[in-house]
């Protein structure tokens, strides 16, 4: 059981190049996260899934498209990468409460350089 | 909407002294509520949860913390803390399917 996976581990963009950023995870959960974390500022929520072929946006979604068509996988596209999406990007799962409380497993995490 | 506030940005601790990170909410309707840790380079990994029950939840690595639902706080707290605790530490607001509100974070430094 690898849990959440992504891939790559670290990236280097020029301004304007795109790139997709992987996220895996084997726990058949229905929902999956992309976040990203900035020194002081917690951590932002960019897009999330409920279920495969359903996705929607969070508080900082522009500059950013995901898709879902699998319950698998939720990779996370950079369109055009601007300095400002310099960062580091995790993706999280978790399964809806159903006498649980939705606790969000993460992956280890992908930090982007954008020059 | 719901909100998160960790009002300490940095705490320093003496090893083997006592702990408390605190952590107000907002929310609506009944909390979930998380504690995470993260320490540098990784992901976060899940402390402690609260979502009905005992108001006092134990997690792993010797934390607890108390859910004051007149306070709005879920306070994390650890009776002696280990160099190795030294981290950041995240509290959580989650709405029960899976969609979470994260505070800033309070990064933990311990003194020998």
């Not at chain 1, 951590?43 to 072929?53: D, K, M």
């Not at chain 2, 320093?12 to 990170?21: K, N, Q, Y």
Request: charged share 15%; aromatic share 12%.
């Amino acid at each position: 059981n690898a849990g959440v996976t992504q891939t790559p581990k670290f990236q280097v963009l020029k301004t304007g190049q795109s790139m997709t950023l992987q996220c895996a995870q084997d726990m058949n959960h229905e929902y999956m996260s992309w976040y990203r974390q900035d020194p002081g500022m917690g951590l932002r929520l960019i897009h999330y899934s409920v279920g495969a072929g359903i996705t929607d946006q969070g508080e900082v979604p522009n500059g950013y498209n995901v898709s879902r068509s699998t319950t698998e996988d939720f990779p996370l596209r950079l369109l055009s990468a601007a300095p400002s999406q310099t960062s580091v990007y995790f993706c999280a799962s978790s399964y809806s409460a159903s006498g649980g409380a939705g606790e969000q497993f993460f992956g280890p995490g992908t930090r982007l350089t954008v020059l | 909407a719901q909100s998160v506030t960790q009002p300490d940005i940095h705490i320093t601790v003496s090893e083997g002294a006592s702990l408390e990170l605190r952590c107000n909410y907002s929310y609506g309707a009944t909390p979930y509520l998380f504690w995470y840790v993260q320490s540098p380079g990784q992901g976060l990994q899940l402390l402690l949860k609260y979502f009905s029950g005992d108001t006092l939840v134990q997690g792993i690595k010797g934390f607890e913390a108390e859910f004051k639902r007149s306070q709005s706080s879920f306070n994390l707290r650890k009776p002696s803390v280990h160099w190795s605790d030294a981290a950041e530490y995240f509290c959580a607001v989650g709405d029960g399917a899976g969609k979470s509100t994260f505070g800033d974070g309070t990064t933990l430094t311990v003194k020998p």
